[in-house]
Antibody, heavy 116, light 113 residues
């Protein structure tokens, strides 16, 4: 059974940092891209970043470029999203999902609140 | 970036009625080399992550009831629920994966009248 579990969310002040983690199981992790998608409260879905199978390709939505960094550890079946210089508008539920485009398996999401 | 525009924003129908959700992309998302439309449909129920229903515009994911169908090509797409059930109450999103960044429509909320 495929499982995707995010952790690391919480409350942070504007300008602060937070690191989200995503641990997966039930499939060969190193064969798959991983994507982060976020959803602001009461809003729609926004693709944030993704990373290829060996970590050599990383892509970001323009609004987080230079502030967020995605990385992966295939030995630990995990992906991380390091979020720096956080803004109020980064407040959202952050989902980790398997895949690059069609996202079949998702985690339950992790809330990140940026507020003073 | 490709902009995905959904309509309507919401709809309320009686059980058993047909639901039609439209999605329009700002650019063609039919890739000529493989003749595939790079479009997916997701269902999101309250408090849950999205669930992929359809990819390649019309291919249902395994386990998705056949009352859900996708159609369209190029820039105009439709998700149809042929006979609305109580468990279909959700927000539905279209998504293009033709080009980066992947982008989603704004969502259509489906409710029971």
């Amino acid at each position: 059974e495929v499982q995707v579990v995010e952790s690391g969310g919480g409350l942070v002040q504007p300008g602060g940092s937070l690191r989200l983690s995503c641990v997966v199981s039930g499939f060969t992790f190193s064969d798959w891209w991983v994507t982060w998608v976020r959803q602001a409260p009461g809003k729609g879905l926004e693709w944030v970043a993704n990373i290829n199978e060996d970590g050599s390709q990383k892509y970001y939505v323009d609004s987080v470029k230079g502030r967020f960094t995605i990385s992966r550890d295939n030995a630990r079946n995990s992906v991380s999203l390091q979020m720096n210089s956080l803004r109020v508008e980064d407040t959202a539920v952050y989902y980790c999902a398997r895949g690059r485009a069609t996202l079949v398996f998702w985690g339950q999401g992790n809330m990140v609140t940026v507020s003073s | 970036d490709i902009v995905m525009t959904q309509s309507p924003d919401s709809l309320a129908l009686s059980l058993g009625e047909r639901a039609t959700i439209n999605c329009k992309s700002s650019q063609n998302i039919l890739y000529s080399s493989d003749n595939k439309n790079y479009l997916g449909w997701y269902q999101q129920k309250p408090g849950q992550p999205p669930k992929l229903l359809i990819h390649w515009a019309s291919t249902r994911e395994s386990g998705v009831p056949d009352r859900f169908s996708g159609s369209g090509s190029g820039t105009d797409f439709t998700l149809t629920i042929s006979s609305l059930q109580a468990e279909d109450v959700a927000v539905y999103y279209c998504q293009q994966y033709y080009s980066s960044p992947v982008t989603f429509g704004g969502g259509t909320k489906v409710e029971i009248k």
